[in-house]
């Protein structure tokens, strides 16, 4: 099939799928492939013209740009890889039917991509990029240890032949003991509640008895009061 016909098929099936509400889409089909077939490429484009293109929706971690075995020139089509999935289907609607210097190309998914053999005629930064691909690799960050965190013991001065037991962790030492002179307040300070306490307690003692002696002498003089008036009652009667 012509490949103009194969780019404004593959742009229908975009915009039907714009219209349409369904849930499922004709992208479903190419879940299991990260891989994008790129066609109708200017033959100056090289592997890196390429990336910088194709990655604006998502990290692209490999790029096969077909070239002629004898000359080593681009026959204008490419294979890419994308880390995420996703980023293909967003590559098909976004890219395909574009033009780059002049020339329209097509994008489409690919289902089941093969890698290319390994030939003598391809020179070593092709073969490279064959297995590793172009994404950016991991880098190792290692901690920075300054100067305050390291601390200066003996064993430092001390010559290699000489070993010297392992050194145990210095923890924080609380300072729960108390000096004398805390300890003699503290004893000051009881025996001051004691003695306020018994003052208190001799007060109470003393009025208990106030009020006893009180009482008894009231008794008496109201007995007394009483033996006056009979008395008097007696003398009344006889005269």
Not at 120 to 138: F, H, I, M, S, V
Request: charged share 40%.
């Amino acid at each position: 099939m012509n490949p103009l016909t194969n780019m404004k098929n593959v742009k229908k099936l975009s915009d039907q799928e714009l219209r349409s509400l369904n849930k499922t889409t004709w992208h479903d089909q190419y879940r299991e492939s990260a891989w994008i077939f790129v066609g109708g490429l200017p033959y100056d484009l090289s592997e890196g013209d390429i990336v910088c293109v194709f990655s604006q929706y998502g990290e692209i971690v490999n790029v096969n740009l077909i070239r002629d075995k004898d000359t080593g020139k681009s026959k204008g089509f490419c294979f890419i890889c994308y880390e995420d999935q996703r980023s293909t289907d967003l590559a098909v609607d976004n890219f395909n039917g574009i033009k780059i210097l002049n020339r329209t190309i097509r994008v489409d998914h690919v289902s089941d991509y093969k890698v290319p053999k390994n030939s003598e005629k391809k020179d070593e930064e092709t073969k490279k990029l064959y297995q590793e691909g172009c994404a950016p690799k991991p880098v190792e960050v290692k901690p920075v240890v300054s100067n305050n965190d390291l601390r200066e013991t003996l064993a430092d001065y001390i010559v290699d032949d000489i070993k010297l037991p392992p050194r145990l962790p210095i923890y924080p030492i609380k300072q729960e003991i108390k000096t004398e002179k805390e300890e003699d307040e503290i004893v000051k300070v009881k025996k001051e509640k004691k003695a306020k306490k018994e003052k208190k307690h001799k007060k109470k003692s003393k009025k208990r008895r106030k009020k006893s002696s009180d009482d008894d002498s009231t008794s008496s003089d109201s007995s007394t009061s009483s033996e006056d008036r009979y008395e008097r009652k007696k003398k009344k009667k006889r005269k």
